[in-house]
């Protein structure tokens, strides 16, 4: 089985290709929550430069990441393991280095061209992801911007869109320590710029972890339990992980554009409401003592009725 990728720029192209690429964005929201987009409209001149200022802006972190618990925790089971004690794998840190932009938090300074790059592309990013949603719109019998409404509360409150920048360095015992634990992703829709020689990202398809296979200039975009929730479970949040890689400095840059904290969700598809209604900043609360856990608990988490 292979990840699917879908020529976006065919959603202007004849009538016929606009239909199979409609039905081709259903099917990667149904069948996988996981799919690769390509002629997606964000300049490759730009890919290029965020490639670039992300990888400058790790060396400038390295040395860090070699002084932090990851490194060190491995670092003393693998001489656990030279005096003969048995090992079991960590369960409870991951091996990769990552900071977060967002409009209203402090962001590196070096490079020097660094801010001005990613500005740039997160708008081009923006624009893309609220072009999915409207995909979404249009193949759920949704109106259009509905799944947009839903993120703002009818356009009181902005949407949170933040991008997170990850470094998987090389790991000498990728036996022993995850890149990623496996989870679902608790907001909207993601769309991941990632590295185009080193693997290491699967998704959970079928019970089996597929490689969502590298591509040159492609972004990856995945549904997040709210797309699940306003679907009403037609679509579905994928769980997916990565996998730490003995060569190779692995990339990921990963845009989130999410509810805003204030907004009410709930199924927008009818059906039968198999989501309950709730504030997404509530959600958020659960998701973060229960990232790598089962997600139905957290929906039923937010259904409990709240003492007034």
């Known amino acids: 089985m292979v990840v699917p990728v879908i020529d976006f720029s065919k959603l202007d192209g004849t009538a016929a290709e606009r239909a199979e690429t409609m039905a081709q964005i259903d099917n990667g929201c149904e069948e996988w929550g996981f ?9 490759r001149e730009l890919l290029d430069r965020v490639k670039k200022v992300c990888s400058e802006s790790y060396r400038l972190r390295e040395a860090a990441f070699m002084e932090s618990e990851p490194v060190r925790t491995l670092e003393g089971l693998v001489e656990a393991e030279r005096r003969g004690e048995a090992l079991a794998p960590v369960d409870d840190m991951d091996w990769e280095d990552i900071f977060y932009l967002h409009d209203d938090n402090q962001w ?29 719109d249009e193949n759920l019998g949704l109106d259009k911007g509905r799944v947009k409404r839903a993120f703002t509360s009818d356009g009181r ?7 997170k920048v990850s470094h998987y360095p090389p790991c000498p015992r990728p036996d022993l320590i995850t890149g990623l634990r496996a989870h679902t992703d608790a907001g909207g829709v993601i769309l991941l710029f990632q590295d185009d020689r080193v693997g290491g990202l699967q ?5 089996e972890w597929i490689d969502v296979q590298p591509l040159a200039d492609a972004i990856v975009v995945n549904t997040g339990d709210q797309v699940e929730v306003l679907s009403n479970g037609r679509y579905r949040s994928a769980w997916h992980r990565v996998l730490p890689m003995r060569d190779g400095n692995r990339r990921s840059v990963a845009s989130f554009y999410n509810p805003a904290f204030e907004a ?44 007034s």
């Open 203 to 207: 998704v959970l398809k079928g019970g």
């Open 264 to 307: 009410t969700i709930s199924p927008a598809v009818d059906g039968g409401a198999a989501y309950p209604e709730y504030v997404f900043g509530e959600y958020m609360d659960v998701y973060a003592k229960q990232k790598f856990d089962a997600k139905e608990p957290r929906f039923e988490a937010v259904k409990a009725p709240k003492s």
């Open 108 to 136: 590196p300074s070096s490079p020097p061209e660094f801010k001005e790059t990613m500005r740039e592309y997160r708008a081009e990013l923006r624009k893309l992801a609220e072009r999915v949603m409207e995909a979404m």
């Open 157 to 163: 409150h902005a949407p949170f869109f933040g991008t």
């Open 35 to 43: 799919f690769q987009l390509v002629n997606h409209g964000v300049p």
